[in-house]
């Protein structure tokens, strides 16, 4: 594989500075490319070529931007099974994952804005001597930062409304998991979307991440990541005004009432806590049951576990695949020590598991505790892998208290037989999002995002569209 570029103003070119990162396979160790650690000269450039593309590019109507989006969406549906086969091996996750949900969505985020972007119609107000219509105008060069747990997933759900309402961006994907995003600048290259309308910037946090966000001629800034990288971002956005949107993590409940149906609701509560080896903001990392039906669910729920197969992320047989890297394996790891220290009792997994020929890979089985208080720092701080802490529960009240009880607020899920009870629930936790009897159902036109320390703003359907915009309203006095 050769060294990776960066695409700034339409073309592929080395960045300022000889300085690379290795990039490694997280399921073997072994070495897939070096990506360039781009400086504040690279990120100037990117960001020159995007403020010179934004006139044109604006210029074009919302139907004309829509034609973009589908050309991009069909270019990369023709690189489907590439798009899944380098995320599966660029992040560790199995390829039945990569395929259903990576690269399903990465395509369909752009054939979604596409047809709500045809759809966009200008709002009207009337008033007995005058009319008001809102214009939505470009904010103008934005900064797209993506972590590494679903690269090309989450880079999709930001490029294409932000271009699609006319503004002009730089890319700054993950330095673990770069490959898919310079798949997709070969896409966007392959089509001929006008020169610096995507510019991507490989590279570090420090290095260019902190200097694309900090730049004076960036407008906004769309960030997915982990909450204290957030709180640097939004510092640096903050005393320019930028308009920012932060979607960060996450210590979601699945709250199981004894009258949910008990087959479904373990498969579906095992799919949220696991789902990527837990490493996403959405999983159900907390589990709360009934009391009266918490030995029964604890059992069938360790059976699932056990029975879901950890391996080569290649094999379409794989359920779990490897971790990110190895320092965050290290930081599960260190919160399996500290609930043992905390009085957690380890009732499946637990330590590294490797399976054979894969030694050198970042591999930990699914981990299930019990025993914790909720107010433990492991049933209160995110873990972001498979590790999931089971509590019981006695009322409708405490469970919301225990849902309610983390600086997190961003997603969860309750299981039960009554509607009624499960929207209760449901609208009673401190969150953005919640799901009753399944998780992860999604409908790209809701809004997608989370309260307290899980964020600020939210994008999805046409929320991204007022945050990839400025409204401006226009009254026009009748003769
Ligand atoms: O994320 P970072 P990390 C959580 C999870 C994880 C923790 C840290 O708990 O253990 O965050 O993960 C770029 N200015 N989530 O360290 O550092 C960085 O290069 C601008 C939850 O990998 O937040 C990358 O492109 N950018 C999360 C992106 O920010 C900076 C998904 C995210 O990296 C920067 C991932 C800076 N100062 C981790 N520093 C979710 N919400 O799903 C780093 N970056």
Redo the contacts with the bound molecule.
């Keep these: 594989m050769d060294d990776l570029c960066n695409y700034i103003g339409g073309r592929f070119v080395t960045h300022s500075d000889d300085q690379w990162l290795d990039n490694t396979e997280p399921a073997t160790g072994s070495h897939i490319c070096r990506v360039p650690l781009s400086d504040s000269s690279d990120v100037d450039a990117a960001v020159a070529a995007a403020r010179s593309a934004h006139l044109a590019w604006s210029a074009l109507s919302h139907s004309e931007r829509a034609d973009w989006l589908d050309r991009i969406a069909d270019a990369l549906e023709a690189r489907y099974e590439d798009v899944a086969a380098l995320e599966s091996r660029d992040t560790g996750k199995p390829i039945s994952l990569a395929r259903d949900v990576d690269a399903q969505r990465s395509v369909s985020n752009f054939r979604f804005f596409a047809g709500i972007l045809r759809e966009h119609e200008e709002e009207v107000f009337e008033m007995a001597s005058a009319t008001n219509y809102v214009v939505h105008k470009p904010v103008g060069v934005g900064a797209l930062?993506?972590?590494?747990?679903l690269p090309l997933y989450l880079l999709s759900w930001k490029v294409a409304p932000a271009i699609g309402m006319g503004n002009t961006v730089v890319c700054?994907?993950?330095?673990?998991t770069p490959m898919t995003a310079d798949l997709l600048m070969q896409v966007i290259d392959e089509v001929g979307l006008p020169a610096g309308v995507v510019n991507l910037v490989h590279g570090?946090?420090?290095g260019a991440?902190?200097p694309?966000?900090a730049h004076s001629d960036v407008d906004l800034v769309s960030?997915?990541?982990?909450?204290s990288?957030?709180e640097?971002?939004a510092a640096?956005a903050a005393p320019a005004f930028k308009k920012l949107s932060l979607?960060?993590?996450?210590k979601n409940a699945s709250i199981i009432f004894a009258d949910c149906d008990m087959e479904s609701t373990v498969a579906g509560v095992v799919r949220a806590g696991f789902l990527n080896q837990g490493q996403?903001?959405l999983c159900g990392s907390r589990v709360l049951v009934e009391d009266s039906i918490y030995d029964e669910f604890r059992d069938r729920f360790i059976d699932a576990v056990e029975a879901m197969r950890v391996g080569d992320p290649s094999d379409e047989a794989t359920d779990l695949g490897a971790l990110i890297s190895g320092q965050?394996l290290e930081?599960v790891q260190s919160y399996v020590e500290l609930a043992k220290q905390e009085g957690g009792n380890l009732l499946t997994g637990g330590a590294p598991c490797m399976p054979v020929e894969f030694e050198h890979g970042n591999w930990m089985a699914p981990t299930v505790i019990e025993g914790l208080s909720p107010d433990s720092r492991c049933s209160t701080e995110?873990i972001?892998g498979p590790v999931v802490t089971l509590h019981p529960f006695s009322s409708e009240d405490e469970a919301v208290a225990i849902a309610n009880n983390t600086r997190y607020g961003l997603a969860g899920s309750v299981w039960t037989g009554d509607l009624e009870k499960g929207k209760r629930v449901s609208e009673a936790i401190e969150t953005g999002m919640v799901w009753v009897n399944t998780w992860l159902h999604r409908d790209l036109r809701v809004p997608f995002g989370g309260v307290k320390d899980s964020g600020v703003g939210r994008e999805g359907g046409k929320w991204s569209l007022g945050f990839f915009s400025e409204a401006m309203n226009v009254c026009v006095k009748h003769d």
């Design positions: 930062i993506t972590p590494w747990n700054k994907p993950s330095e673990l570090d946090g420090a991440g902190a694309l966000v960030f997915t990541g982990g909450t990288t957030g640097k971002v640096s979607e960060l993590g996450g996403i903001c965050h930081k995110e972001f």
